[in-house]
């Protein structure tokens, strides 16, 4: 059974930094893309980045501003988000998902496996 699995979340403060990973099983990870969404408390779920099949890369710059880095390791079917400088509004719970079409990019309708999620607070 095809699964994702994210880890690396917890609490820090502001300036501080997390690594955030996601183990997948089940599918051919050096197939898929790869995408990292979060959803803050009382806010829909947003996009932060993602990493193609091909190793390409794409951010939303209004929310990573720089300071994110996704990357990939096929040989261990685990996704990476380095998140460096994280602020207040980083918090929330971040998803990675997967997606087998044509297209890599922003939109959740392009990945059909999620992760249950892991939380990331930070703090003043």
């Known amino acids: 059974q095809a699964q994702l699995v994210e880890s690396g979340g917890g609490s820090v403060q502001v300036g501080g930094s997390l690594r955030l990973a996601c183990v997948a099983s089940?599918?051919?990870?050096?197939?898929?893309?790869v995408g990292w969404f979060r959803q803050a408390p009382g806010k829909e779920r947003e996009y932060v980045a993602v990493i193609s099949r091909n190793n390409g890369t794409a951010y939303n710059n209004n929310v990573v501003k720089g300071r994110f880095t996704i990357s990939r390791e096929n040989t261990r079917n685990t996704a990476y988000l380095q998140m460096d400088s994280l602020e207040v509004d980083d918090t929330g719970v971040y998803f990675c998902?997967?997606?087998?079409?044509?297209?890599?990019?922003?939109?959740?309708?392009?990945?059909?496996?999620w992760g249950p999620g892991t939380q990331v607070t930070v703090s003043a």
């Open positions: 089940g599918r051919a990870f050096s197939r898929v893309h």
């Open positions: 998902a997967t997606g087998q079409g044509a297209a890599a990019g922003a939109a959740p309708q392009l990945y059909d496996q």
